[in-house]
Nanobody
Framework: EVQLVESGGGLVQAGGSLRLSCVGS????????IGWFRQAPGKEREGVSC??????????YYADAVKGRFAIFRDKAENILYLQMNSLKPEDTAVYYC??????????????????WGQGTQVTVSS
């Protein structure tokens, strides 16, 4: 069974940091692009970051809102994807999801085509 399981969310003050994890199972995790997404109450889901698998050096992509603050990276040996979130802001409050569509690259990664999702983890940033 293919699964993505997120963890690491919580409550943090503005300016703080959190590291989210996404554990993949049931498929060859490091062969595919994996994305992080988030959905705040009353808002549409949006892409946060994507990491592809087209080369030995992972190519990463970020939404403008998180560039310079968030970092995506993975432990291929352990099938874990991380999202390091620094300098958090109240507007980062959302449920965060990881997803894959079994593609190798992150082309159009902010589009709504991803087919396999985790259950999400809540991130709340207080002001």
């Amino acid at each position: 069974e293919v699964q993505l399981v997120e963890s690491g969310g919580g409550l943090v003050q503005a300016g703080g940091s959190l590291r989210l994890s996404c554990v993949g199972s049931g498929f060859t995790f490091d062969n595919y692009a994996i994305g992080w997404f988030r959905q705040a109450p009353g808002k549409e889901r949006e892409g946060v970051s994507c990491i592809d698998s087209t080369s030995s050096d992972d190519i990463t992509y970020y939404a403008d809102a998180v560039k310079g603050r968030f970092a995506i990276f993975r432990d291929k040996a352990e099938n874990i994807l991380y999202l390091q979130m620094n300098s958090l802001k109240p507007e980062d409050t959302a449920v965060y999801y990881c997803a894959t569509d079994y593609q190798y690259d992150c082309n159009n990664w902010q589009s709504d085509y991803w087919s396999q999702w985790g259950q999400g983890t809540q991130v709340t940033v207080s002001s």
